[in-house]
């Protein structure tokens, strides 16, 4: 669909082009009584880039004419996107009531004034005016993307479910996986509710419509566990592993869990260090070394953080053994000390664990949707600085290491 706001961003070509030539045929075509000078006033001072000016004068013309239905459109959409929503909404609905509109231009208002709608917020409203403008095939496809949006913000995942399956039928765009996080969502809901059914059905939705859905098979794991399945809930969550080896720091706790109620602390601790060693984020390792501290104690999960260290260089890793060290009293005087902690504390960030593939937005937990630009599966974990002369500075820290295991 054009923007009608191109129309308006065309005026200064058209002026360079013969603007007043245009403006004399049109004239002379419907005469000074349809098209008020107004108008031309208006047209003017947004030739002359004074957009504010000229929209006062637009304001003041409101009354609508057929020849001008193009204008007003326009002017509603560049009203929006100066997000003065009530001027928008003041001239589309305006449009709408007062003007006699072709069926293309009346689905054009319609569509316009749900933008209108949906950006100032007010769901219902655009919700009503989506659902109108999907009856009309052309505008179908538009019409239910919004209402799959409008669904999603007030989290009436069901309702959301069918109009991205609507919009599937108009559009070759997959969105399996989205669907999958509706029902997702509604486990979710059912877990807080209590409700077992409810959280059976949205995973096997979920499921049924993305096998590999990670979110899904987390739920399953959460469920099963909470029904005392422990083995069933760790094949789920070793699962998760596989599918998505970038979210292990969301996954281990699971794991352990499930271990724990399996009484099974030395698999448990095999598990983690083969996990650890197959994997360079700081996160996992972090946690990592706080189960293997409980089960086999400090001077093991030391030499086990040494040779990860010598393995990836991670800035967390470094950190890890800064900590033990301070546990230990060493280094406590030593002048690099502070400036080393200083240093990976401010390498370290923690308020950007996870970036958006799509728009760059950063946080601190995993999403699933971006809350951001509102993509689906688009937070990833932000890469793990890695220090290239860590050697070096295990030298200056007289750390002997189990190099040679
Ligand atoms: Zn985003």
Redo the contacts with the bound molecule.
Sequence with gaps: MIDPTWYLLLLPVAAASGWLAARRQVVNKVGNQKLPDAYFAGLNFLVNEQPDKAIEVFVKVLEVAPETIEVHLALGNLFRRRGELERATTIHQNLLVKTRLNREQHMLALYELGRDYYKAGWFDRAEGLFQELSEYNEHAATACHYLQLIYEREREWRKADQAARRLMKYTNEDLQHVIAHYWCEIAEQSFEEQDLTGIRQGINRALATNQQSVRAIMLSAKMHFQSGEYRKALRAWRRCGELAPELQSEIIAGVVECYRALHDPDTLAEYLQNLALHNSSGRVLSQVLEYLREIRGGKAAEMFLLRHLRQYNTAEGLWQLLQFRRSQGCDQDAPYSKFLGEFLQMVLRTDRVYI?Q??G?SSKRLNWQ?P??R?WD?MRPVQDPQIPEVAGILELLQVAGPSSE
Excluded: D, K
């Design positions: 958006c799509h728009c937005f971006c951001s630009c993509y688009s």
